[in-house]
């Protein structure tokens, strides 16, 4: 059996002077805080099997490589890039974690709109980013967001000042380049959404190579003051060899707003994180998912919403539709704090199996300390209707597209609830692969 | 038109069709009667191919094209295509599959089949408005998910609509009359004898008489335990609903 501390430094090999890269690239309390966040993973260790919150992911395939930092090289896939981006939104792209201010276009934002590098914030927006961190004590956040947040030397910064209002939606594109293998990349994004301002953000992780293998280890950071609005999307679409471990950290106050639609259908195993607080009265959120997979890819989704104040709303609706060998995990849980009375959550899980050797594990978990509140959850797990098939086939649909047109009605059912046309558009994108292998 | 030859079937290992005899031409309609359990819906359903019965003897001839095919050898979607379409005792719901999405998709593969060219949304949009005023239905039909929050009146109406669209050669109402009321009834049954013509042939299979005061059989068959064991013109119907069954299985 190899012990923990091992495998951390085998992981590490790769920039095992990893210490010293932190002190040139960062000064002062980065420098301090990145430092703190590299400890703290060298201390930790990877969890196993045996921990609750990490039972049906087996990590050994993505700690037992050896990566390296993201490096800078010629990204040559700007056609295949363009036929997915809107040239009408707001666009922001990342090449293997760098940011490229020629494929972006950040320009024209509305007042009260900022758009900057993390790095750029870190002098620019000082207070507003320390005032993040300190929502989020180091010392419990998970192994993997402490990689981030060890390895984040650049990012996005997006703050919307009080009543700042801006319709068209943000787009923050994360490629990594198929010439690259063994990178690790560390995503981090930073939205801030000031009083009563209301913006629309999507931020996709996307590789055009089915063959690149790589590691992205993703950090999102939303704050949402009072009655302000965020619909955010989160779409991975990976290499079907990339792992993918994510982190969606949303903290929201009084009467704010929270729209969420969480995407996945690339990578070989994704892990997708959304922890929502609800640290003020009145606020709402919404959660929705959609799940693709195939062949052995392993997809789970975890998401926790803390009820800290009264009269708060979380509204959870995820969905799955898996072929081949491929595996999902859903694991949802809900806390309500004794003096958030009159809480309303809603949470439903519902999975699609079409592989005859596909697996689900769903697991709610409530954990309820208010007694005027109403909680209701459930999950369900079922094969396509023989019926409903057969009364396709009896009008002339072939058995393969019955198939897909009720996969396909199963997943409109959620794709349908996104209004913007243009996120709904690229997610059908996204999609194309799915049905054409169903 | 149609040649039902010795069919044996069942289900799940348990014979329901013990070796049927029916034959029907073009430009007929055809009563099929019995009681509960008599086989009646498994005919239908074996015709149109549903997967879960086995045929374990006979053969289902169907003409297309002057030469006779075996029915049973084609998938469900293929006897379609070939002009065999089943009006459902219990038609489906389909959440998230429109209905006219759907009904359009169904009606270009026979074009396909055909080797007609397939219709565009417009196009298709104009033919369909024009099947749905002929059966006097409203919008809503084909603005929603195939079927779903129907009453069962709706549901049934609608499987005559898409017999509209569809223009079948050979029509099977699986008790399409059970649980409505006398005007859909009557609505199902007007719909039903528009789409009639010397061409093509309907089988109704029904528990009651009353349906077919609208839809006039040239031939009643009464189906017991698997096989016909009367036929005659309309007036046997009347005498089932008269007198029952009994007199006829002793």
């Given at each position: 059996m190899i012990l923990q501390s091992e495998r951390n430094d085998s992981f590490l090999e790769g920039f095992e002077h990893l210490d010293k890269t932190i002190a040139l690239q960062s000064t002062g309390w980065l420098r301090e805080f990145r430092l703190k966040n590299l400890s703290r993973f060298n201390e930790a260790g990877f969890p196993t099997l045996k921990d609750e919150e990490w039972k049906y992911l087996n990590l050994e395939p993505i700690i037992s490589r050896h990566y390296h930092l993201t490096v800078s090289t010629p990204f040559t896939e700007t056609a295949a890039l363009k036929t997915y981006l809107n040239p009408a939104e707001t666009n922001v792209v990342f090449v293997n974690g760098i940011f490229s201010e020629n494929l972006s276009n950040v320009r024209d934002l509305p007042k009260g709109v900022v758009i900057t590098t993390l790095t750029e914030a870190m002098t620019s927006h000082r207070a507003d980013i320390e005032n993040l961190l300190k929502k989020y004590p180091v010392a419990q956040a998970n192994v993997f967001t402490t990689l981030n947040l060890a390895l984040t030397g650049n990012g996005i910064f997006i703050k919307l000042t009080d009543k700042a209002i801006n319709k068209k939606n943000i787009h923050i594109v994360h490629v990594t380049s198929v010439k690259e293998q063994n990178i690790i990349s560390a995503p981090r994004s930073v939205i801030l959404i000031g009083d009563s301002a209301e913006a629309s953000v999507m931020e996709t992780h996307i590789s055009f190579s089915d063959d690149a293998v790589y590691f992205t280890n993703a950090l999102t950071d939303i704050l949402i003051a009072q009655n302000g609005i965020l619909n955010y999307h989160k779409a991975q679409s990976e290499s079907l060899k990339a792992f993918h471990i994510g982190t969606t950290r949303v903290w929201q106050e009084k009467d704010s707003n929270f729209n969420g639609f969480s995407f996945m259908v690339g990578g070989s195993i994704t892990r997708n994180n959304l922890d929502v607080i609800l640290n003020g009265e009145g606020a709402s959120t919404r959660l929705n998912g959609l799940y693709c997979t195939n062949g052995t890819q392993l997809v789970d989704n975890h998401s926790a919403v803390d009820h800290r104040e009264p009269n708060g709303t979380s509204n959870q609706l995820y969905k799955g539709i898996l072929n081949g060998a491929s595996r999902a995990v859903f694991n949802g849980k809900i806390f309500v704090k004794p003096i958030a009375q009159k809480t309303n959550s809603y949470q439903l899980n519902k999975n699609l199996l079409l592989g005859k050797e596909a697996r689900v594990d769903t697991k709610p978990q409530l954990e309820i300390g208010a007694d005027d509140v109403k909680c209701t959850h459930g999950a369900t797990i079922g094969q396509l209707n023989e019926d409903e098939v057969f009364y396709l086939q009896s009008r002339c649909i072939a058995k393969s597209d019955a198939v897909k047109m009720l996969s396909k009605g199963f997943v409109d059912d959620i794709i349908d609830t996104i209004t913007d046309e243009s996120i709904h558009a690229k997610l059908n994108k996204l999609l194309e692969p799915t049905f054409a292998a169903l | 038109m149609l040649e039902i030859k010795n069919l044996h079937a069942g289900i799940e290992g348990t014979p329901i069709l013990k070796g049927l005899n029916l034959s029907v031409n073009a430009g007929e309609v055809h009563a099929i009667m019995g009681p509960n359990g008599s086989g009646k819906s498994t005919l239908a359903k074996?015709?149109?191919?549903?997967?879960?019965?086995?045929?374990?003897?006979?053969?289902?001839?169907?003409?297309?094209?002057?030469?006779?095919?075996?029915?049973?050898?084609?998938?469900?979607?293929?006897?379609?295509?070939?002009?065999?379409?089943?009006?459902?005792?219990?038609?489906?719901?389909?959440?998230?599959?429109?209905?006219?999405?759907f009904l359009r998709a169904a009606f270009n593969e026979i074009c396909k089949h055909q080797g007609a060219e397939e219709m565009d949304p417009i196009e298709f949009d104009e033919y369909l408005r024009k099947k749905m005023k002929l059966l006097d239905m409203d919008e809503k039909f084909i603005n929603r998910p195939v079927n779903v929050d129907f009453s069962g009146g709706e549901k049934k109406r609608n499987e005559i609509l898409q017999m509209a669209v569809l223009n079948p050669r050979l029509m099977v109402l699986d008790e399409t009359d059970s649980g409505l009321d006398i005007d859909s009834m009557r609505i199902v049954a007007d719909g039903v004898n528009k789409l009639r013509n010397k061409n093509n042939a309907v089988i109704v299979i029904t528990h009651y008489q009353r349906l077919l005061n609208y839809i006039v059989p040239d031939f009643v068959h009464i189906l017991h335990d698997g096989k016909i064991i009367k036929s005659q013109g309309k007036e046997l119907a009347l005498e089932v609903e008269d007198k029952g069954y009994d007199w006829l299985i002793k």
């Open positions: - | 074996v015709v149109a191919g549903h997967p879960q019965y086995a045929v374990t003897e006979g053969q289902v001839l169907y003409e297309v094209n002057f030469k006779k095919i075996n029915l049973l050898e084609l998938e469900p979607e293929d006897r379609a295509r070939e002009g065999v379409f089943m009006a459902f005792q219990y038609p489906v719901e389909i959440p998230g599959v429109n209905a006219s999405m």
